[in-house]
């Protein structure tokens, strides 16, 4: 069964802050490891990851997957109460009859005071 | 685009009535599936659809149907209702190419059970 862990499950930081929010999976026929940022309705897509050691980066939010290590983070640098939301990593499996389905972590809480 | 639409947004439904959550996505994507969300917890995988006429069980299927009989249109089926059935449903929906690919989210529905 895939399996997707994050950690820390709550961080709660001060403005101008940075944070790294932690991701480790096991998914078999693993293809991609996704990032979600979820406000108070539906997630958001932020980045998709399918190459090792390759940064992605929009703004003052960065990301990077370490396939030998089977994890990912995600970095938020000079943190705004914006950014206060819960973040969901997700791998996708690309195999067989489980094509196309992500397996979600249980999310962090990520709690930004001014 | 509207992209992906839900409805209702909310609902209570009485122990042992039945409903159906609806979701139409407007992007022409082949695949679409359906979550629920629990209080503090990461998305769980209810079913999923590769195409219209085809779909499959996600990780938490009982006491759920869903029917694909049209590329926009992803209706899951309650049977039964029970309080454990409490939960916000998002549908989603995905284009695949290669075996990875980012899932847009609709809205939500939040569900009551009582």
């Known amino acids: 069964e895939d399996k997707v862990v994050q950690s820390p499950l709550s961080l709660v930081v001060h403005e101008g802050d940075t944070v790294t929010l932690n991701c480790s999976y096991e998914?078999?026929?693993?293809?991609?490891l996704l990032w979600y940022k979820q406000e108070k309705k539906a997630p958001t897509f932020l980045f998709m990851l399918?190459?090792?050691?390759i940064e992605k980066k929009s703004g003052r939010l960065s990301s990077i997957l370490d396939k030998k290590e089977l994890s990912s983070i995600l970095n938020i640098t000079a943190t705004q109460t914006g950014d206060s939301a819960i973040y969901l990593c997700?791998?996708?499996?690309?195999?067989?009859?489980?094509?196309?389905?992500?397996?979600f972590g249980q999310g962090t809480i990520l709690t930004v005071h001014p | 685009n509207a992209g992906v639409t839900q409805t209702p947004k909310f609902r209570i439904l009485k122990i042992g009535q039945s409903m159906t959550l609806q979701c139409t996505q407007d992007?022409?994507?082949?695949?679409m599936y359906w979550y629920r969300q629990d209080p503090g917890m990461g998305l769980k995988l209810i079913y999923y659809?590769?195409?219209?006429?085809?779909?499959d069980k996600g990780e938490v299927p009982n006491g759920y149907n869903v029917s694909r009989s049209t590329t926009e249109d992803f209706p899951l089926r309650l049977e039964l209702a029970a309080p454990s059935q409490t939960s916000v449903y998002f549908c989603?929906?995905?284009?695949?190419?290669?075996?990875?690919?980012?899932?847009?989210f609709g809205p939500g529905t939040r569900l009551t059970v009582l």
């Open positions: 989603a929906s995905s284009y695949f190419s290669g075996g990875a690919g980012e899932q847009f």
């Open positions: 998914v078999t026929n693993f293809r991609s």
């Open positions: 399918t190459s090792s050691g």
């Open positions: 997700a791998g996708s499996n690309a195999g067989g009859t489980s094509y196309g389905k992500l397996t």
């Open positions: 992007m022409n994507h082949n695949y």
């Open positions: 659809s590769v195409g219209a006429g085809i779909t």
